[in-house]
């Protein structure tokens, strides 16, 4: 059983930039949810895709979005870096039957300059 | 509104010693409460989750949770620390209403001296 995936690992980019990252759930999971852990915070919600449609979404601005695959991967785009948007982001899958278990990935850390 | 707040920032311990790592939240309808450990350069990994039933929940890596609805907490404890313990702690809330949503604390940060 191979667990979550996320790419890449590591990325710097400027204010302005566009990025995007990449998840890949857990082997039988079907819910995709995406968290920014900034510097000395714990995770914070963005949003979370089921069935390829947008299914909750936090306090984030429209900028960032995301996209879900019929193989249940998943992406993260966010738009107009700002440097505030340095983080790691975290994305986790669950199988919708077992409500609120999440699978972490090691996450993704990006750095605005 | 969820939220869950983990007062102490950073714990040390001696390697041996009990462990115990502080949870309250505030959530106005039954909660699902977890713990997660989060090493350096890591993902969270789970240590375990209470969803209803027995108030004391066991973990992974010996670690247990108690669940008490009148003090709003869900604190972690463990009997003996080991100095691969060393890590950052986060506790979680979510509920059925909010889907898979979670809702983190801060965490605590865990320094074992040997």
């Known amino acids: 059983e191979t667990g979550v995936t996320q790419s890449p690992t590591h990325l710097i980019k400027t204010r302005g930039q566009q990025v995007t990252l990449r998840c890949s759930s857990q082997s039988g999971h079907n819910t995709v949810s995406w968290y920014q852990q900034a510097l000395g915070q714990g995770p914070q919600f963005i949003f979370q895709?089921?069935?390829?449609?947008?299914?909750g979404r936090g306090n984030f601005p429209p900028r960032f979005s995301g996209l879900q695959f019929p193989n249940y991967s998943s992406e993260l785009n966010v738009n107009a870096l700002e440097l505030d948007d340095s983080a790691l982001y975290l994305c986790a899958s669950s199988d919708r039957a077992g409500a609120n278990v999440l699978t972490f990935g090691a996450g993704s850390r990006l750095t605005v300059l | 509104a969820q939220s869950v707040t983990q007062p102490d920032i950073h714990i040390t311990v001696s390697e041996g010693a009990s462990l115990e790592l502080r949870c309250n939240y505030s959530y106005g309808a039954t909660p699902y409460l977890f713990w997660y450990v989060q090493s350096p350069g890591q993902g969270l990994q789970l240590l375990l989750k209470?969803?209803?039933?027995?108030?004391l929940v066991q973990g992974i890596k010996g670690f247990e949770a108690e669940f008490k609805r009148s003090q709003s907490s869900f604190n972690l404890r463990k009997p003996s620390v080991h100095w691969s313990d060393a890590a950052e702690y986060f506790c979680a809330v979510g509920a059925r209403e909010y889907g898979n949503k979670l809702v983190f604390g801060a965490g605590t940060i865990l320094r074992v001296k040997s």
């Open positions: 895709y089921y069935r390829e449609e947008e299914n």
């Open positions: 209470y969803f209803s039933g027995d108030t």
